[in-house]
C-alpha cells in the first residue's frame, strides 16, 4: 500500500533552518510528483512547494522562493525539504502529499505531518 | 492566485440529516478541452492530515461512503453529505487544480448539532 513516513517533530531557533523527509513506499517513487503543504496551528492549509521525483525539478510558492530547497534521493525513495532563514510564522505541521494523477495537482496520499516549532 | 472561498466557515447538522458546504473559487476552474472541473473535496479530523474525498468536483475517492457527493461547475461548488453520521465530524476543505498554485478554502468545521 502506499505510504508516505515523515521525520519527527523539530525545535529551531529563529533564523535556523530545518529539513523534513518524505519516505515513499509502495509505489513507483518517480512516477508521481510529492508536493508539500503547510497548517499553522488552527489555520487552513497552504502549498509550499512540489518536486519532481524523476528529473528533481522543483518548483516553489512565490513567498517561500529562497527560502526554500527540495531534494531527492531515488535510492531511498525520500524527498526532502528544507527551509532557512525560520521565523516564528513558519510553526506549522509540514505534510508532504503525492499527486493524485500525474499532472493534477490534487493529493491521494499524504504523510502523517511534521510539526516544526520556531521559538526562542 | 486563483481565491477559493467557502461558507459557512462552521455548520451544526442534528444526525441523519443533510449537510451542504459551498465554494466559491475567484476564476473559473473547468476546462472546457476535457470537460472537466480541477476542484477537490478533502476531510480532515483532529490531528491528522487531511483525506482526499471528492476529486474532478464529482468523483468519490474509493472508500470514501456515497451519501457524499459533490457538485457544481465553473466557480461555484457544493460538497453534500446525504446523512449525516456521528464519524463525519471534521474540517473540510475545497481545493482548486487548475492554475498552480494550488489553493484551498479556508475550511468548513462541521459539527453535530
Known amino acids: 500500500q502506499v505510504q508516505l513516513v515523515q521525520s519527527g517533530a523539530e525545535v529551531k531557533k529563529p533564523g535556523a533552518s530545518v529539513k523534513v523527509s518524505c519516505k515513499a513506499s509502495?509505489?513507483?517513487?518517480?512516477?508521481?510528483?510529492i508536493l508539500w503543504v503547510r497548517q499553522a496551528p488552527g489555520q487552513g492549509l497552504e502549498w509550499v512547494g512540489l518536486?519532481?521525483?524523476?528529473?528533481?525539478?522543483?518548483s516553489y510558492a512565490q513567498k517561500f522562493q529562497g527560502r526554500v530547497t527540495m531534494t531527492r534521493d531515488t535510492s531511498t525513495s525520500t524527498v526532502y525539504m528544507e527551509l532557512g532563514s525560520l521565523r516564528s510564522e513558519d510553526t506549522a505541521v509540514y505534510y508532504c502529499?503525492?499527486?493524485?494523477?500525474?499532472?493534477?495537482?490534487?493529493?491521494?496520499?499524504w504523510g502523517q505531518g511534521t510539526l516544526v516549532t520556531v521559538s526562542s | 492566485d486563483i481565491v477559493m472561498t467557502q461558507s459557512p466557515d462552521s455548520l451544526a447538522v442534528s444526525l441523519g440529516e443533510r449537510a451542504t458546504i459551498n465554494c466559491k473559487s475567484s476564476?473559473?476552474?473547468?476546462?472546457?478541452?476535457?470537460?472537466?472541473?480541477?476542484l477537490a473535496w478533502y476531510q480532515q479530523k483532529p490531528g491528522q492530515p487531511p483525506k482526499l474525498f471528492i476529486y474532478?468536483?464529482?468523483t468519490r475517492e474509493s472508500g470514501v461512503p456515497d451519501r457524499f457527493s459533490g457538485s457544481g461547475s465553473g466557480t461555484d461548488f457544493t460538497l453534500t453529505i446525504s446523512s449525516l453520521q456521528a464519524e463525519d465530524v471534521a474540517v473540510y476543505y475545497c481545493?482548486?487544480?487548475?492554475?498552480?498554485?494550488?489553493?484551498f478554502g479556508q475550511g468548513t468545521k462541521l459539527e453535530i448539532k
Open positions: 481545493q482548486q487544480y487548475y492554475i498552480s498554485p494550488p489553493t
Open positions: 474532478w468536483a464529482s
Open positions: 518536486i519532481n521525483p524523476s528529473g528533481g525539478s522543483t
Open positions: 502529499a503525492r499527486e493524485g494523477t500525474r499532472g493534477f495537482y490534487y493529493f491521494d496520499y
Open positions: 509502495g509505489y513507483t517513487f518517480t512516477s508521481y510528483y
Open positions: 476564476q473559473n476552474v473547468f476546462y472546457s478541452s476535457n470537460n472537466k472541473n480541477y
